[in-house]
Nanobody, 122 residues
Framework: VQLQACGGGLVQAGGSLSLSCAASGPISSSYTMGWFRQAPGKEREFVAARTGRGKTYYAESVEDRFTISRNNARHTVYLQMDRLKPEDTAVYYC?????????????????WGQGTLLTVSS
């Protein structure tokens, strides 16, 4: 399984941005796909995940601002980010793991994209 994330950039606080991640290889709706982020000097943290059955999970810090969606037919997961804050600045990584009960820690995911940088200016 290979993951290719894109969509990062520079946005002002309060603005919106969407990330996408396309998966290739032997991936199916049996996989949960999700997003993590890593700010400078910090550990990689869980942001959101969506199972192949449509169940979603969010970190508390983003649950009222970010929306994860998924196109199973295209093996693509999206992250719509609204009302962005400077503290959302990080490299965002998409990830995938087989199953329907995703862990909220990076070590629990098996496949990773290369990361895309989001910078939110104040």
């Amino acid at each position: 399984v290979q993951l290719q994330a894109c969509g990062g950039g520079l946005v002002q606080a309060g603005g919106s941005l969407s990330l996408s991640c396309a998966a290739s290889g032997p991936i199916s709706s049996s996989y949960t796909m999700g997003w993590f982020r890593q700010a400078p000097g910090k550990e990689r943290e869980f942001v959101a995940a969506r199972t192949g059955r449509g169940k979603t999970y969010y970190a508390e810090s983003v649950e009222d601002r970010f929306t994860i969606s998924r196109n199973n037919a295209r093996h693509t997961v999206y992250l719509q980010m609204d009302r962005l804050k400077p503290e959302d600045t990080a490299v965002y990584y998409c990830a995938a793991v087989l199953g329907y009960s995703p862990p909220r820690r990076a070590a629990g995911f098996d496949y990773w994209g290369q990361g895309t940088l989001l910078t939110v200016s104040s």
